[in-house]
């Protein structure tokens, strides 16, 4: 069988889900965007996979949307501060980037900046990226969509974030099945 989009030999990276910037995007999505993302954080914690979290430029956008924020301390979230839009760019990322497995999940917003550049470099740095696109937002559909586009012609896999949940639960008889397929729907 393939190798599982998420597990322990894998992480999860999280961009910019900061609550200045949740309120140029549109409401429904961003609830979206932020249940499939906790539902995620939950789920990398539960198959042991590292969680790496961005926030770009906190002191004007400010810090992570609080219930993101809660989820990701909880699950032992690491932080990097950013001013790049590439998060490999990003000084405080760069020990990430040796240490972080081949593949790796990237969630966050807005999908045609900030996560669409730094997907493109981790392809370009060698590693397999996983995109759900229930978990990422952007202010118009039209620019998220283009960043989807963009990041799969540069090589990621697009997915959605059941699709993750249920490809490292593997089973319904895995012990963690009840909670999260609750937590899908």
């Known amino acids: ?31 979206r965007c932020l249940h499939a993302t906790r539902t995620l954080v939950e789920l990398a914690a539960e198959v042991e996979a590292r969680i790496v979290y961005t926030e770009q430029y906190p002191k004007g956008l400010g810090s992570t949307e609080p219930s993101v ?17 590439d998060a490999c760019s990003a000084p405080g990322f760069q020990k990430y980037l040796i240490e972080l497995p081949k593949r790796i999940v990237v969630c966050g917003m807005e999908t045609h900046i900030c996560v669409q550049s730094t997907v493109r ?12 696109f229930d978990a990422t937002v952007s202010r118009e559909q039209e620019y998220h969509q283009n960043g989807l586009d963009m990041m799969e012609r540069a090589g990621a896999t697009i997915t959605n974030y059941e699709t993750l949940v249920f490809d490292a639960l ?10 999260f397929s609750k937590m899908v729907k």
């Open 1 to 31: 069988m393939s190798d599982l989009f998420l597990s322990p030999n894998s992480s999860l990276v999280i961009i910019d889900i900061q609550e200045r910037l949740l309120g140029s995007m549109p409401d429904d999505q961003v609830e």
């Open 69 to 85: 924020l809660e989820v990701l301390q909880r699950c032992g979230g690491e932080r990097v501060e950013k001013v790049s839009f």
């Open 121 to 132: 470099e981790l392809i370009a740095r060698r590693h397999d990226v996983i995109v759900p």
């Open 170 to 179: 593997r089973t319904s008889k895995h012990p963690s099945f009840k909670k």
